[in-house]
């Protein structure tokens, strides 16, 4: 057995991911495992925002002094002066900034053939003013990114899919970026600084990839796929993929010695670092950008109990902590912080077999959107929850 050993976010910062004793088993990346005592000693740090409160009439368990409100639900209408009925399966999601001091959330809806991107508009108090799409007819749409010129990348999480760039405001058509290649898409990371976007692939055997633009970002029409080769010291080399569009061969496998991720899920870009999770071996990982090393910041190994189970949906808030979506799991976004312990920030009862998805804080910070995407009876909610978060 191949002793295994997760370290914390403030050491993989600390030490730029180096000497992480990261290791390839069987061809894929292995993290390394704690003993149970060393998460029993972590779990006495824990302070987070204290513990959860009762459900509310949402099933919404959250710490004293936030509270979260349902914001949407599929077939239902957001806003009263807007046609446009909430989507089925939300899932990806961002917030970008409007005009006139409001802000806008956009949700991927993660279903076949029909899915898309919907839209909602708040105002500058916080009040839904407007909902529409801005994407459709598209196939299971799961996750994404935000860029930073204000666009919404919208993946698609099929064999063949493909990644559209869409416009928040829905004032410019969607744009098929089909230089981002062909694969099983689940999100994606701008790096502004390095000058590419990273990609997470849904698949056992997925691939970590980079999309390195031919002249510069924020032109995505053309430019250079790339895929992660990890050696036993966690360092990262990148590969052309020869054929993008996988022609004749899946891109996963068109690079013999690239490295394999169990179920790529959620990515987010901060501050230099990728952050991106597996869902197979319930890992989040934490890939330094500049120097190229990659490690987990967290494997549910490490805990006896786990805090963290079914990782999916990530974002980062204002203090820099890590806050990951659970795939069923216990129905929780947990915060992962540079010192101690993971914590809960909120947790949905009476969703069973749903998942929470689409974390996204808005412009001030002081409120983070995300969906229950089956809720309690097959059609999705989407919430925000307000709240003295750290950084807002």
Known sequence: MTTR??????????????????????????????????????????????????????????????????VARTGERPAAKSPYVWHMAPDGGACFPADDGGWIYVSNSEVSPMGGVGALRFDRAG???????????????CAGGPTPWGTWLSCE??????????????????????????FRHEAAAVDPVGGCVYLTEDEPDG?????????????????????????????????PVPDPD???????????????????????????????????DD??????????????????????????????????GGKGEVLVAEDNGHMRIVAIPADGHPYPVVQIEGHRGSELCGPAFDPSGRRLYFSSQRGADGRGVTFELTGPFRGA
């Not at 009040?127 to 749409?141: E, F, K, M, Q, S």
């Not at 899919?161 to 062909?182: H, I, M, N, S």
């Not at 390195?212 to 053309?222: F, M, N, S």
């Open 246 to 280: 996988a022609k004749k061969h899946p891109t996963r496998r068109q690079v013999a010695q690239s490295t394999p991720f169990d179920g790529g899920e959620g990515a987010w870009w901060h501050d230099g670092t990728l952050y991106f999770t597996t869902k197979g």
């Open 283 to 316: 890992r989040v990982w934490a890939l330094d950008c500049q120097r190229n090393v990659v490690a987990p910041i967290y494997d549910d190994d490490a805990y006896d109990p786990p805090p963290l189970v079914g990782v999916d949906n990530v974002t980062v």
């Open 127 to 141: 009040a839904v003013v407007d909902a529409y799409p801005i994407l459709a007819g598209t196939h299971r749409n």
């Open 5 to 70: 050993r997760t370290l914390l976010r403030r050491d993989v910062l600390r030490y730029g991911l180096v000497g992480t004793g990261a290791l390839i088993v069987g061809g894929a990346v292995a993290g390394c495992r704690a003993s149970g005592g060393a998460g029993k000693a972590l779990a006495d740090a824990v302070t987070g925002y204290g513990p959860l409160g009762p459900p509310d009439a949402h099933g919404a368990r959250v710490p004293a002094g936030f509270t979260c409100r349902v």
């Open 207 to 239: 691939r970590l990839y980079r999309f390195v633009a031919t002249r510069a970002l924020p032109d995505l029409t053309a430019g250079r796929l790339e895929v992660a080769q990890v050696s036993r010291t966690g360092d990262v080399r990148w590969h």
């Open 157 to 182: 999480e099929y064999a063949r899919g493909q990644v559209w760039e869409c416009d928040p405001r829905g004032k410019q058509p969607p744009a098929l970026r089909a230089a981002l290649g062909t």
